[in-house]
Protein backbone atom coordinates (compact mmCIF):
# COMPACT_ATOMS: atom_id res chain seq x y z
CA UNK A 1 0.00 0.00 0.00
CA UNK A 2 1.01 3.63 -0.82
CA UNK A 3 0.15 6.54 0.51
CA UNK A 4 0.60 10.28 -0.57
CA UNK A 5 1.21 13.13 1.44
CA UNK A 6 0.25 16.46 0.81
CA UNK A 7 2.89 19.19 -0.54
CA UNK A 8 3.87 22.48 0.92
CA UNK A 9 5.08 23.82 -1.92
CA UNK A 10 5.61 27.41 -0.03
CA UNK A 11 9.11 26.14 1.14
CA UNK A 12 11.59 26.20 -1.61
CA UNK A 13 14.26 24.18 0.38
CA UNK A 14 11.83 20.78 1.00
CA UNK A 15 12.38 17.99 -1.24
CA UNK A 16 10.22 15.61 -1.84
CA UNK A 17 11.62 11.90 -0.82
CA UNK A 18 10.56 8.34 -0.61
CA UNK A 19 10.07 6.78 2.78
CA UNK A 20 10.15 3.55 3.15
CA UNK A 21 9.47 1.42 6.22
CA UNK A 22 10.46 -1.58 7.69
CA UNK A 23 9.27 -4.00 10.37
CA UNK A 24 7.78 -2.62 13.74
CA UNK A 25 8.25 1.03 11.74
CA UNK A 26 6.11 -0.38 9.26
CA UNK A 27 3.51 -1.77 11.34
CA UNK A 28 3.19 1.53 13.33
CA UNK A 29 2.32 3.56 9.91
CA UNK A 30 0.17 0.63 8.17
CA UNK A 31 1.90 0.60 4.73
CA UNK A 32 5.17 0.25 3.46
CA UNK A 33 6.38 3.22 1.56
CA UNK A 34 5.28 6.78 1.22
CA UNK A 35 6.24 10.26 -0.33
CA UNK A 36 6.94 13.22 2.38
CA UNK A 37 8.46 16.36 2.03
CA UNK A 38 11.03 17.38 4.13
CA UNK A 39 14.70 19.24 4.21
CA UNK A 40 16.55 17.24 6.56
CA UNK A 41 15.90 13.87 8.40
CA UNK A 42 14.71 15.66 11.26
CA UNK A 43 11.65 17.42 9.50
CA UNK A 44 11.09 13.95 7.75
CA UNK A 45 10.70 11.80 11.16
CA UNK A 46 8.49 14.89 12.47
CA UNK A 47 6.34 14.71 9.68
CA UNK A 48 6.32 10.82 9.94
CA UNK A 49 5.36 11.57 13.64
CA UNK A 50 2.70 13.88 12.43
CA UNK A 51 1.37 11.98 10.06
CA UNK A 52 1.22 8.14 11.56
CA UNK A 53 0.18 9.34 15.33
CA UNK A 54 1.27 7.65 18.57
CA UNK A 55 2.24 4.46 17.08
CA UNK A 56 4.81 5.98 14.93
CA UNK A 57 6.28 8.13 17.22
CA UNK A 58 6.99 5.05 20.20
CA UNK A 59 8.62 2.99 16.92
CA UNK A 60 10.84 6.51 16.03
CA UNK A 61 11.86 7.00 19.49
CA UNK A 62 10.68 10.52 21.14
CA UNK A 63 11.32 13.57 19.29
CA UNK A 64 14.65 14.16 21.71
CA UNK A 65 16.44 11.16 20.38
CA UNK A 66 15.57 12.08 16.93
CA UNK A 67 15.89 8.50 16.11
CA UNK A 68 18.01 7.07 18.20
CA UNK A 69 15.39 4.16 17.99
CA UNK A 70 15.85 3.46 14.41
CA UNK A 71 18.49 2.83 11.60
CA UNK A 72 18.40 5.42 8.62
CA UNK A 73 19.39 5.22 5.09
CA UNK A 74 19.64 7.46 2.90
CA UNK A 75 19.97 5.87 -0.46
CA UNK A 76 21.48 3.09 0.70
CA UNK A 77 23.64 4.89 3.00
CA UNK A 78 23.22 4.80 6.98
CA UNK A 79 23.67 8.08 8.35
CA UNK A 80 25.69 6.92 11.28
CA UNK A 81 26.11 8.87 14.28
CA UNK A 82 25.50 12.26 12.32
CA UNK A 83 22.76 14.61 13.53
CA UNK A 84 19.68 14.27 12.01
CA UNK A 85 19.00 18.04 11.71
CA UNK A 86 22.56 17.88 9.44
CA UNK A 87 21.53 15.69 6.91
CA UNK A 88 20.04 17.44 3.66
CA UNK A 89 17.49 16.16 1.66
CA UNK A 90 16.63 15.98 -1.90
CA UNK A 91 13.93 15.53 -4.63
CA UNK A 92 14.40 11.99 -5.28
CA UNK A 93 15.89 10.83 -2.30
CA UNK A 94 14.95 7.44 -0.72
CA UNK A 95 14.97 6.94 3.16
CA UNK A 96 14.73 3.58 4.39
CA UNK A 97 13.80 3.31 8.01
CA UNK A 98 14.72 0.47 10.04
CA UNK A 99 13.72 -0.86 13.39
CA UNK A 100 17.05 -1.24 15.85
CA UNK A 101 18.64 -4.13 14.97
CA UNK A 102 20.74 -6.15 17.72
CA UNK A 103 22.06 -9.44 17.71
CA UNK A 104 25.14 -11.80 18.34
Given at each position: ?78 TG ?7 PL ?15
Amino acid sequence: MFIYLARDRNREDMATVRVRMFATVREAAGVSETELDASTLSELLEGLRTRFGKGMAAALGTKGSEGGRVVLLVNGRNTGAVPMDEVPLRDGDDVAVFPPVSGG
